[in-house]
């Protein structure tokens, strides 16, 4: 099981990007995946999720308010969170994860619930 996240950059505050996560070694249809973050001197936060069956998502409510989507395209094998009015608090190295649950409905926004992480890729938003 292979992660891989891309996108991050610098983007001014109201900016948006669009992170990706490539999945390479399993069938991603079949895995939840959770798009996290840390900022240096803070813990790993849960922002986005996705359920396997793709249908159930959740997003972090007191971070993110409603800025950001987590999608995902299985033919592709990759997964996308689009951030929107992005403010330097979001600045952070972002991480997806992947686990396969008993369920395809399930999903998670907790850290120790996932088996699998890709590296970081550095979002900063600064003026």
């Known amino acids: 099981v292979q992660l891989q996240a891309s996108g991050g950059g610098l983007v001014q505050p109201g900016g948006s990007l669009r992170l990706s996560c490539a999945a390479s070694g399993f069938t991603l249809a079949d895995y939840a995946i959770g798009w996290f973050r840390q900022a240096p001197g803070k813990e790993r936060e849960g922002v986005s999720c996705?359920?396997?069956?793709?249908?159930?998502?959740?997003h972090d409510a007191s971070s993110v308010r409603g800025r950001f989507t987590i999608s995902k395209d299985d033919e592709k094998s990759t997964i996308y969170l689009q951030m929107n009015s992005l403010e330097p608090e979001d600045t952070a190295l972002y991480y997806c994860?992947?686990?396969?649950?008993?369920?395809?409905?399930?999903?998670?926004?907790?850290?120790?619930?996932?088996?699998?992480w890709g590296q970081g890729t550095q979002v900063t938003v600064s003026s």
């Open positions: 994860a992947a686990r396969r649950f008993p369920s395809r409905s399930s999903y998670s926004l907790l850290k120790s619930s996932y088996h699998y």
């Open positions: 996705i359920s396997a069956s793709g249908t159930n998502t959740l």
